[in-house]
């Protein structure tokens, strides 16, 4: 796996237990961008993860043990700008985000100029599939992040995500190990980068079951809160308006 | 029921350091993490022992009933191990986490040079 050109893409899937639909999600971003690299960052799956995204034709490389969500992108960050890839749009392994709107994360990324572009279920709509309790987390986030990141957010805890050599200079260093995605908004903020959302349309699921449960969402909350918190700590400059 | 209360501090302390020497002869613990315990074994140890000290730091604390004092010395001191423990298992698993994710890259990029290697024979 090597960049190609000065717009070099490499689309990262983070996947655990994904046996199911890892290969067709590899397929489908095959078949819409056909010889853009793909990492599937297998998070020491006991399944067939690994084998069945090998077969599909992706990149693997495998945690000798579970990291968690946050620590298997970090690792796709840090191959990416390690081999100096320009551009990386994480997508799940589930097969909840359609490949069929990575161009239009890519175009926005590149004539933009900003560092992220979130794949928003919440313009245009396209969340059909979102459950109650999941749209009330992320109503209740977007009034968070409001005053911190200055714009709103329509879906802030979206994966569909990209980002450009800045952003993955700034992840490969440091990014948030558990339900990464809100925190990584504050990280980049406080740096003074922008994002930017597009809209598209989730689907359910492919296969496999969500490991978020009830008590895991409380957790969720109470974690995002203190994560968002820990990092306007940190990092104290704020963009100006 | 004070001296009672003094004895079982004294014993605990001195079966305390006993303990944590024990485990450093038999390298189960690191020389260095030995040390928040025994300091704290010690302090322990010396509070117990002697009324005057103990006295002191309840009058300073404005504590009346002495043994009190030495509770609340002992709590604070375990809380100041447990919070070093605690940024010591921080550092740990960031560390583990980066050597585990350096060592998924690399041998990933062995695998793609062995592949390299392969086509260019």
């Known amino acids: 796996m090597k960049p190609i050109g000065p717009d070099s893409l490499m689309i990262l899937i983070p996947a655990f237990n994904e046996e199911g639909a890892i290969a067709n999600v590899v397929k489908e971003v095959h078949s819409v961008l056909p010889g853009v690299p793909v990492l599937v960052v297998d998070d020491c799956s006991p399944d067939g993860t690994r084998i069945e995204a090998i077969n599909a034709g992706a990149d693997v490389i495998s945690v000798p043990y579970h990291l968690g969500l ?7 960050y840090r191959l990416a700008f390690e081999l100096g890839f320009s551009y990386v749009i994480r997508i799940d392994g589930d097969g909840q985000h359609d490949p069929r ?3 239009a994360i890519f175009d926005k990324l590149k004539t933009s100029g900003c560092q992220m572009v979130i794949g928003s279920r919440f313009i245009n709509g396209g969340g059909e599939h ?17 005053p911190i990141l200055d714009k ?27 339900y990464p995605e809100i925190e990584a908004l504050v990280v980049l903020q406080r740096r003074r980068f922008r994002f930017e959302e597009v809209p598209c349309k989730m689907r359910e699921r492919q296969a496999g079951k969500s490991s978020i449960t009830t008590l895991k969402s409380v957790y969720y909350v109470i974690h995002v809160l203190l994560g968002v918190f820990i990092n306007i700590l940190k990092y104290g400059e704020r963009r100006p308006k | 029921m004070m001296n009672r209360l003094l004895s079982v501090t004294f014993g605990m302390s001195v079966l305390l350091i006993g303990v944590v020497l024990f ?18 074994a010690f302090v322990m ?41 605690s940024i010591v298992i921080s550092d740990l698993k960031d560390a583990n986490i980066a050597l585990t994710q350096k060592l998924a890259i690399l041998e990933y990029r062995i695998q ?6 392969k086509e260019e024979d």
């Not at chain 1, 459950?131 to 409001?146: A, D, E, T």
């Open chain 1, 70 to 76: 946050g620590g298997c992108v970090q690792a796709g």
């Open chain 1, 101 to 103: 709107f990575i161009p």
């Open chain 1, 130 to 146: 979102t459950s109650i309790w999941r749209k009330l987390g992320i109503l209740f986030f977007r009034g968070v992040l409001r």
């Open chain 1, 152 to 178: 709103p957010v329509h879906d802030p805890t979206s994966g569909f995500v990209g980002v450009n050599k800045d952003a993955i200079a700034v992840f490969a260093r440091s990014f948030p190990l558990e």
């Open chain 2, 23 to 40: 485990s450093v002869r038999r390298s189960h613990i690191r020389v260095e993490y030995s040390v928040s315990w025994l300091v704290a």
């Open chain 2, 45 to 85: 140890l010396i509070l117990s022992s002697s009324d005057f000290v103990l006295g002191t730091i309840a009058n300073l604390l404005g504590i009346t009933y002495a043994p009190v004092a030495l509770l609340l010395v002992v709590l604070s001191l375990f809380l100041m191990v447990f919070y070093r423990f």
């Open chain 2, 112 to 117: 793609d040079l062995h592949e390299e290697r």
